[in-house]
């Protein structure tokens, strides 16, 4: 099976950073995009950051110049950079990826989350 596992997560005061990680791991072909969604109490999941195999990034608005999403493909791991924080960043952040396992075919994944609080 593959699995994705996040770490990284915490309470923050606002004007903090935090950094998150994503390793995927199991039996593993190949991955495509990788990023990172949020959502918080009442509200819709949304997209925070994606990263393309080839590095191509890809940001929410609301986190440009802020927040900085970075791979490790040797690793299989995707991290986020969160820098500046502000309380509307509190959320459950989760991890999402395109991994083709051995011997399937492309699917998409998510990791169980790890909650982000930024609160004084």
């Known amino acids: 099976q593959v699995q994705l596992v996040e770490s990284g997560g915490g309470l923050v005061q606002p004007g903090g950073s935090l950094r998150l990680s994503c390793a995927a791991s199991?039996?593993?072909?190949?991955?495509?995009?990788m990023g990172w969604y949020r959502q918080a109490p009442g509200k819709q999941r949304e997209l925070v950051a994606t990263?393309?195999?080839?590095?191509?990034?890809n940001y929410a608005d609301s986190v440009k110049g802020r927040f900085t999403i970075s791979r490790d493909n040797t690793k299989n791991t995707v991290y986020l950079q969160m820098n500046s924080l502000q309380v509307n960043d509190t959320a459950v952040y989760y991890c999402?990826?395109?991994?083709?396992?051995?011997?399937?075919?492309?699917?998409?994944?998510w990791g169980q989350g790890t909650q982000v609080t930024v609160s004084s």
């Open positions: 199991g039996s593993i072909f190949s991955i495509n995009g």
């Open positions: 990263m393309t195999s080839n590095g191509i990034a």
């Open positions: 999402n990826a395109d991994i083709r396992p051995w011997l399937s075919r492309l699917l998409n994944y």
